[in-house]
Structure formats: C-alpha cells, structure tokens
C-alpha cells in the first residue's frame, strides 16, 4: 500500500489530517469516509490503547487514508508496535535533542537503516506477500513533535537527522513552555517567529512541516504560512463542537421553551 500522504506532498499540496481520541472503530470508520488524506491514533493524550487503535486501523482499511499514530513517547518497544499494526507514519512527542531524535528514526527503521525488528503482524499483509519489508523504509514516515523552548534551541540539529520526513509542531505544549497560556491556534509574535523560521529550515531540507489546529480558521491560517500537514482538532472535539453549537441554536430558536 502506497503512502498517500508522500505523494501529496510531491504534488505540492497540503495532507489534511484527522485525530482519534475516541477508542471506538466506528468513529473512526465515519472519520475516515469525511474527506482527510490521513486520520491519527492517538495514543498520548487520546483515550486509546494499541487494541483500540487496531481496530481503528481496521475499520479506517477500506477507504482512502494514510493510518498514522502519535505514540505516548520515544520508546522502541511501543514504536515498533504501532508500525507492526499498520501506521504509515508515526508522530512521535517532546523530541527535545538530536539524539533523541535519531533514536526515534532507529526505532522505526528497518536495518540497515535503524534497528526495528522484523515481525510486521497486520503490517505485512498490505500489498503482496513478502514485500512489505522492502518498501517500509521509505513508506512510513518519521515525524518527531517540536514542542519545547529545548527543541527549539536544538531545531537544526534534529531537522538534520537522516530519515526524518516531517516536523509536528505541538502548539499548545510550545507556548506552555514559553510561558504562555496553552492553545492551539497561536498568534504571539514570539511563536510565530519560531514557526517562521522552522518553515524556512524544513523547506531548505525538503522536510514536511506539520502543525495540530483547532479547527477550519486554524487551519488555514497555518497552510497560508506554509504548514504542509494541518490537523482539525480531534474526533471528540468536533463532536463537542457540533453538539454545542446545535444545542445552542435550537435554545436560541425555541422561543424560550427549550
């Protein structure tokens, strides 16, 4: 199974992802029938667990998504794991050095590139027998998260590891290490500033920068800047968002009875 967020990105175009954090396969069967190139497990601060998230992948396999999961931290065991399972790319949190971050393209690499260890589970029946293992190197991506004052100071040197595919910016978890309230759609000089200058860095590298939003306006903003993966919130978000606001306009049209 090609990657198809590598081949937006070749086009020259933006992957808009979508985010679960409701451990159920059916709302991930419904996220994946509403348009997003790719739809990530999230397994940091989502309510799942490798079980759900293998059901997530399961109910997401018969439409056209790349499967990705932000994995809870820079550990082999859990990385390989989820790549066993079938992500396609993994977005990995508070990768604050160089060589933490080349110790997270090890562990997703095949040797003799890294130091994942060959069992790909349900991985291995994408495509024909067998060759899973020879395209895995170049079809899972290695996204590290840039989410810390530390990160920022080592940008370079992480963007400069091997195998590195993309960049994920944590805006909520930057502006808090900045000493600033935590939210995703950023707009203090001082972030932004950092956002330029990453954008410039990825782009001198041909590395994609990625970037968590909260929700259209967001995301927009961050494509019109030069993100090249932007997230619409997450599963429950938006359901809350909707309800919310349905909630609301029926209150408001009821004449006062509801």
Known sequence: MANNVKHIWAAGK???????????????????????????VDLQHGVQDYQSMVSCFQAMQAHPVTPMVRVPWNEPGIIGKVLD??????????????????????????????TRSNGPIRAGLYGSSGNYQTTANDETLCIPMIETRTAVDNMEAILDVEGIAGIYVGPSDLGF???LV????????????????????????????????????????????GFK???LLNDSGIMATGAKAWVGETRKNSGGKA
Request: glycine share 10%; hydrophobic share 35%.
């Open 14 to 40: 933006v992957a808009l992802n979508g985010w679960l954090a409701i451990p159920s396969g059916f709302s991930a069967e419904v996220m994946a029938q509403c348009g997003f190139d790719s739809v990530t």
């Open 85 to 114: 399972a079938g992500a396609y790319g993994v977005i990995c949190p508070m990768v604050n050095s160089k060589e933490e971050a080349e110790a997270f393209v090890q562990s997703c690499k095949y040797p003799p590139r890294g």
């Open 177 to 179: 290490s900045y000493g």
């Open 182 to 225: 935590p939210k995703l759609d950023r707009d203090e000089p001082e972030i932004l500033k950092i956002y330029d200058k990453l954008l410039k860095e990825c782009d001198k590298r041909g590395i994609y920068p990625g970037i968590h939003c909260s929700g259209p306006a967001g995301a927009a903003k961050n494509i019109a800047m």
């Open 229 to 231: 993966l932007v997230t």
